[in-house]
């Protein structure tokens, strides 16, 4: 990497950030039975925020060595930027110790087209009818940051991540079942083969159809439906609607606003998480939190500029590429196990619904709480299983109600959605709507 400062920061700003970043990675893609693309590439980056009379400039290049030029770029935007009311990042250690994986930086690409054909075969192997879908890949990579405030942290990363599908595209007719994971390790071939296998079935489940009259229904959401009942959450403590007061929780830290059962933790030093990391990317070291503990909220997400803006203390919440600006976001989202054993919430579900995947939901009023969307994979359940899919359906449920007064159960077992290790959830009474 570059110096990370020039003699015209240090002379001519105020204060300035630098934040360098670069990486290679490499990914191989299955679609339809047969590969399509295999994609290795290298990346990198600058950006630097420099302040002159209490404005903010900023600019970026994908090229490293254009220190000067993109230090001079952010001085003249200085007159056009926000106001500079929080101070960058102090110097701070982080205690923990980074998960690098250097075999992620070491794939074999004929290694990953051959996983993604025994994929293939596994899917092929219990649902002939269906085509397969693979997705494999990760890359290693490192993140600088320097500021005029005496913060300098560097720090190594890697990923690796791998998806599979089994689907069918017919008319009137669309069907995919999925399993997918990503994390900060190599991921051993026989978890990629065993998703593969159950995606596999389930699609034959999916198969079948199952008719289903509008009405009021017990609900089991799979993790990656109840990643959407949470959005919500994720947007109300959210710093930018926190210091802009559009957030419902501004007034709500200490106040138990969902069931006792409900825990939620931003976990950046997870070991199987894919978004940990010992600094956000304004520097600031970030820190294991929870969300909501037993059903009271207890913190927010901020970067440097909304955690001023709110009169909060800063939370290692920034997240950014080289192209933009520090947002805040979470780390890997840790949701609580519940008591109750899957088969035993199955039960209990009995003729009612099991939902996989919702879509459509982005339109919703999150800040309202509200959830709504279609059900794209969702099953009718009954004697304790999935009999079939449910299609034609849709909900719309107020989360903030649902997660505090109408769970009737929380799964021992969880599952990972992205950066989300999340159980299954039952919910009672839960308007669907059907044709």
């Known amino acids: 990497m570059p110096p990370l400062a020039t003699e015209k920061l240090t002379r001519n ?38 302040v002159k009379h209490g404005k ?46 250097e075999r992620c930086g070491k794939l074999d690409a004929e290694k990953l087209v051959l996983l993604c054909g025994a994929v293939k075969d596994a899917i092929k192997s219990i649902a002939p009818d269906a085509t397969a879908e693979c997705s494999l890949g990760g890359g290693i ?13 560097v720090e190594n990363e890697s990923s690796y991540g791998w998806f599979v599908s089994a689907k069918i595209s017919e008319e009137g007719n669309f069907l995919s079942t999925y399993r997918m994971r990503s994390g900060n390790r190599m991921i051993p071939d026989a978890e990629v083969l065993q998703g593969a296998r159950e995606a596999a079935q389930e699609y034959l489940v999916a198969r079948k159809p199952a008719p289903l009259k509008p009405g009021s229904y017990p609900v089991l959401f799979a993790p990656s439906a109840v990643s959407d009942l949470l959005l919500p959450i994720a947007v109300s403590i959210n710093g930018l609607n926190i210091a802009k007061k559009t957030s419902p929780f501004v007034e709500g830290l200490g ?20 978004s940990g990391g010992l600094y956000d990317g304004e520097g600031i070291v970030t820190q294991k939190r929870p969300i ?128 989300e290790l999340l159980p299954w959830v039952l919910v009672d009474g839960v308007q669907i709507s059907a044709r």
């Not at 490192?142 to 300098?152: A, K, V, W």
Request: hydrophobic residues 35%; neutral net charge; glycine residues 10%.
């Open 141 to 153: 990579g490192r993140t600088r940051i320097l500021t005029s405030t005496g913060q300098e942290c």
């Open 13 to 50: 700003a105020d204060a300035y950030e630098t934040f360098h970043s670069e990486g290679r990675s490499l990914r191989v893609m299955f679609e339809n039975d047969r590969l399509t693309e295999i994609r290795q590439g290298e990346n990198s980056g600058l950006a630097i925020r420099a």
């Open 56 to 101: 903010i400039g900023f600019s970026y290049s994908s090229k490293q060595d254009e220190v000067e030029a993109v230090a001079e770029a952010a001085l003249r935007m200085t007159p056009f930027g926000k106001s500079y009311d929080f101070q960058f990042a102090s110097p701070a250690k982080s205690p923990h110790v980074s998960v690098f994986d």
């Open 255 to 274: 106040q138990k606003l969902f069931d006792q059962r409900l825990t939620i933790l931003d976990d950046p030093f997870h070991e199987e998480g894919p």
């Open 292 to 419: 909501v503990e037993n059903g009271v909220l207890k913190s927010f997400v901020h970067s440097l500029s909304t955690a001023k803006q709110a009169g909060h203390a800063p939370t290692g919440n920034a997240a950014r590429s080289v192209s933009s600006l520090p947002m805040p976001g979470t780390h890997n989202v840790i949701m609580s196990p519940g008591t109750d054993d899957l088969d035993a919430l199955y039960q209990r579900a009995n003729g009612g619904l099991c939902i996989a995947q919702l879509i459509g939901t982005f339109t919703s009023n999150f800040l309202a709480g509200q959830v709504s969307g279609n059900v794209s994979l969702g099953y009718l359940v009954q004697d304790g299983r999935r009999v079939g899919r449910v299609k034609n359906c849709a909900l719309n449920v107020n989360a903030f109600d649902v997660l505090k007064s109408r769970i009737l159960g929380i799964s021992k077992q969880r599952e990972w959605v992205g950066s």
